[in-house]
């Protein structure tokens, strides 16, 4: 009975240690998202989940298209190898992607490849991957995956919305959920340095509550706010005309909100939760024509390599779903606490492939905890209570005065300082390097040890000489003592004898 408990357990753990090496390979392997940037017939294509290591890549994309689809690179550099080569596929286009890079691929295991340009505007299931991405290393060492999933978020309403099917044969079932493809490796690596105080922000939802979450979701089944929705609302105070909306979790903006926003010169308030939004168009801007929507909501991140080249200064790291510019002068009001009042906190743009930290404002915390900061571009930031840029100039014109150059600071092409970010490792990486860690740690532990058992022992032998020290000195002693008391004995009897003589 024992042989046969034994054997069972031998088998159990064999299967969960199997099971185990399948999940995190599985969780290893990237994945392609396409997700409309609400301009007409405009879908970025991003990969997710990218070792750091990764220098070039090869996948597909099959488009629902029988015509040649424009690609535009995100990635303008010339030194890169960008080749998207399309072949007809049952009537469909089929875009294979080459990139390489000197430089590994992404900064953060997330890197947009391009936006590609339709001439109709698809759904979910007008896309599908074969499955097929290959990989390299900075050494041109290869790494295939067959089993690479596609995710979509197309239509801002949701009613398009799939996380697709795995796409192993080439086929997208579509099917249709209204989750977000998740942004696991914008959120995943979240280790922090001690010290750190990232902090969260709430966004309103669909019943008018306020949910807090650092990995916030702006997905849901609410239908674009438009034009004639809010348009009673304007209000004229002093000449000056206002407009006050508060978006519902997943809800998205209708362009020609801003549209008329800008032409009737209207400030809007977008209030999001804990932070809100204020496109004033009284002072002009314009929206492109082949916009139709935008998504302004945050989604909250948490990235090792933010938070380390903050130098865990960092109070918060978030991304805008809206990427580009900014169609009229913005402003983002976020509430960081009371006991950051009067205190100065800094602004800087995350620029992922060139891997940088780009100061672009600071201001001062008002009393009530909240801060404003002017921003032109919606992409990626990070907010800190360090101005890492200044100390960052100075190390820079040191270093040029020694003719040395700094790891942590660059000039970008416009000559201003930037803080470089260390690329985030994933999962496998990060247990690797605590693996090595740990490894460093027991070892000095050891050598501690050994040094305090040397040090015990070297403590002991000097005891036990001590104490042999000790016994031969009483020995000696009593030996004195006695020879002592022998010579005063004779001294005695020898005089004793003399007396009697006399």
């Not at 800087?348 to 002017?374: R, S, W």
């Not at 960052?392 to 300082?417: F, R």
Request: with cysteine; glycine share 6%; proline share 2%.
């Amino acid at each position: 009975m024992n042989l046969r408990k034994f054997l069972v357990a031998g088998f159990t753990a064999v299967m969960m240690a199997g099971f185990g090496a399948l999940a995190s390979s599985a969780a290893s392997v990237p994945n392609i998202q396409v997700r409309s940037n609400g301009a007409e017939n405009e879908y970025e294509v991003t990969l997710q989940n990218v070792s750091s290591e990764t220098y070039g890549v090869q996948f597909d994309l099959t488009v629902d298209s029988d015509k040649d689809v424009t690609v535009n690179w995100a990635d303008g550099d010339s030194g890169n190898v960008q080749k998207a080569v399309q072949t007809d596929s049952n009537g469909k286009t089929q875009i294979t992607f080459y990139v390489s890079k000197l430089r590994p691929l992404s900064n953060s295991s997330n890197v947009q490849v391009a936006t590609i340009v339709t001439d109709r505007e698809l759904n979910s299931s007008s896309f599908a991957t074969s499955g097929y991405m290959k990989t390299v290393n900075q050494n041109q060492k290869s790494t295939v995956y067959q089993d690479v999933m596609l995710d979509t978020k197309l239509t801002p309403d949701g009613s398009n919305n799939g996380s697709g099917s795995d796409n192993s044969s080439g086929n997208n079932s579509g099917s249709n959920s209204n989750n977000k493809p998740s942004d696991t490796n914008q959120s995943q690596n979240t280790s922090r340095p001690s010290g750190s105080q990232q902090i969260t922000v709430s966004q309103t939802n669909t019943t008018g509550k306020q949910e807090t979450d650092k990995n916030q979701t702006t997905e849901g089944t609410q239908k674009t706010l438009e034009w004639k929705d809010i348009s009673s609302q304007v209000k004229t105070v002093s000449g000056k005309k206002t407009l006050a909306i508060t978006i519902e979790q997943g809800q998205q903006l209708d362009a020609d909100i801003l549209r008329n926003a800008i032409e009737q010169k209207i400030s809007v308030t977008l209030q999001y939760g804990n932070y809100q939004w204020t496109f004033d168009g009284a002072n002009g801007g314009s929206v492109p024509d082949k916009q139709k929507f935008y998504d302004f909501s945050l989604e909250m991140l948490s990235q090792h390599n933010l938070t380390a080249a903050a130098e865990g200064s960092d109070l918060l790291q978030f991304a805008v779903q809206y990427q580009g510019q900014m169609p009229c002068p913005a402003s983002l009001t976020i509430t960081v606490g009371a006991d950051y009042a009067g205190q100065t906190l800094y602004l800087a743009y995350y620029d992922e492939l060139a891997a940088t930290l780009q100061k672009t404002a600071e201001a001062v915390v008002n009393q009530d905890g909240t801060v404003v900061f002017p921003i032109e571009n919606a992409a990626k930031y990070i907010v800190t209570s360090k101005d890492l840029w200044t100390a960052a100039a100075k190390t820079e014109e040191m270093s040029v005065q020694t003719s040395e150059q700094s790891q942590s600071t660059a000039l970008d092409l416009s000559g201003n300082v930037v803080v470089t970010v260390p690329p985030m490792m994933t999962e496998e990486e990060l247990e690797t390097q605590e693996a090595a860690q740990e490894t460093t740690e027991n070892e000095e532990i050891s050598a501690t040890d050994a040094s305090e058992t040397l040090e015990q022992d070297a403590q002991s032998d000097s005891e036990t000489q001590s104490q042999e020290d000790s016994k031969a000195v009483v020995v000696i002693a009593s030996i004195a003592v006695v020879i002592l008391f022998g010579a005063v004995i004779a001294f005695l009897f020898v005089r004793v004898a003399n007396k009697r003589r006399s």
